[in-house]
């Protein structure tokens, strides 16, 4: 039992060491000057989601997100939106991960309904709307939504390659929630808080309250990130409200609310380099980059630092394989890895606007003797 449990285990933390490149992957894409908002849509296609009467979650989800994308576009038009899909497509889950990720977005919202087993005798009362936010399935309700959303996963051909033997029916794949926990999580739960409080008040919508549970998809985006469950479309009253144009129209706006006072607050908010979730919080058994003293005759260097990261990352990481001239120093908690050694900033500049094109958040930085030079 003991063998088996850690062949399990040992196979978590390679699928968590295969995902490094998943979350930290290409920003080069996104405009960095824009306040990028990700609104996703679940299931689709295929996957049909939770099932009611008269309709379906896949259907109700993106008609929601579609009114709330034009409620932001109204009021913001300087904020970007993606949407994950914008019609009735399958898309698997590392894409929606990924399709996050390379549009460098800010936040990451994520729409479902919620359902209970048939078996469940209060199956036709349950009402209510939750938001989650990543962390371990503290109760045992919460790890089992967790494991219904992400095992759609299972709808894929080739879903054991594909995320490395986790295993979303088996508990023990959880495991990689407690090896990486979010390092967006306080503005996580900011924006699931008031994204519930708009939903009950807006909504009128019964309240759940704001829970953590380990959704893949919420890992797996390197930004503030959230998953919503309208209401349950196993109550017949709550379904015809979330069929109903009023009902979406309602439950948009509850969204927008919550979007509309966290943008006011973060707007301006400077992000710096991105700091690689996978890579940051796991201790691998690889080759490094080690440091080297920089030399010049003041004592003083110029460097492009392009990200920041709690681990030493593994010198084979895609998001910096193929750095010209890479090495970094130690800041506090952070290890922050930079590009090129120049005597002058004017130098430095002109590597900053190559790098900018790889690393669109670079900016310059410089030691002294080797060490961060803050004056």
């Given amino acids: 039992m003991k063998i088996t449990m850690y062949l399990r285990v040992k196979n978590i933390i390679f699928f968590v060491i295969a995902l490094c490149s998943l979350s930290l992957k290409g920003a080069e894409t996104a405009d960095s000057a824009s306040f990028v908002v990700v609104i996703d849509p ?48 399958y898309i698997r889950l590392q894409d929606r991960a990924s399709i996050a990720n390379n549009a460098n977005g800010d936040i990451f919202i994520s729409i479902h309904v919620n359902s209970v087993d048939k078996r469940n005798r209060n199956r036709a009362n349950i009402h209510g709307a939750s938001v989650y936010a990543l962390g371990l399935g503290r109760s045992e309700s919460n790890l089992s939504v967790a494991m219904r959303e992400n095992s759609v996963m299972e709808l894929e051909d080739d879903y054991t390659t594909a995320y490395q033997g986790f295993d979303p029916k088996s508990s023990e794949s959880y495991i990689i929630f407690e090896l990486n926990q979010n390092s967006h999580i306080n503005k996580s739960i ?22 953590q549970a380990g959704f893949w998809v919420l890992w797996a985006t390197s930004m503030p990130s959230v998953l919503i469950e309208l209401d349950f479309i196993c109550n017949r009253e709550a379904e015809k ?38 890579a940051q919080d796991i201790v691998v058994d690889s080759p490094v980059i080690k440091t080297a003293p920089a030399k010049n005759q003041n004592g003083e260097t110029f460097h492009v630092q392009i990200l920041s990261a709690r681990k030493k990352i593994p010198a084979n990481d895609s998001e910096i394989r193929g750095v010209p001239d890479i090495n970094f120093f130690k800041d506090g908690k952070f290890y922050k890895y930079y590009s090129g050694t120049f005597s002058t900033r004017d130098e430095a500049k002109k590597h900053l606007a190559k790098m900018k094109k790889r690393f669109p958040k670079a900016f310059i930085v410089k030691l002294k003797n080797g060490k961060p030079d803050h004056k």
């Avoid at 699931?192 to 704001?210: C, P, S």
């Avoid at 309602?250 to 710096?272: E, I, W």
């Fill in 241 to 278: 409200f979330m069929h109903s144009d009023k009902g979406k129209d309602k439950l948009a706006l509850a969204v927008f609310n919550a979007f509309s006072s966290f943008y006011s607050r973060h707007k301006n908010d400077t992000h710096g380099p991105r700091v690689g979730k996978s």
């Fill in 42 to 89: 679940g299931h689709g296609g295929k996957d049909s989601g939770c099932v009611g009467q008269i309709t379906n979650e896949k259907t109700i989800v993106l008609d929601v997100a579609r009114r709330l994308s034009d409620l932001i576009n109204e009021s913001y038009p300087e904020v970007k939106i993606i949407m994950t899909r914008n019609d009735n497509r």
């Fill in 190 to 211: 900011e924006l699931a808080n008031a994204i519930q409080h708009e939903l009950v008040t807006t909504a009128g919508r019964a309240d759940k309250g704001v829970r």
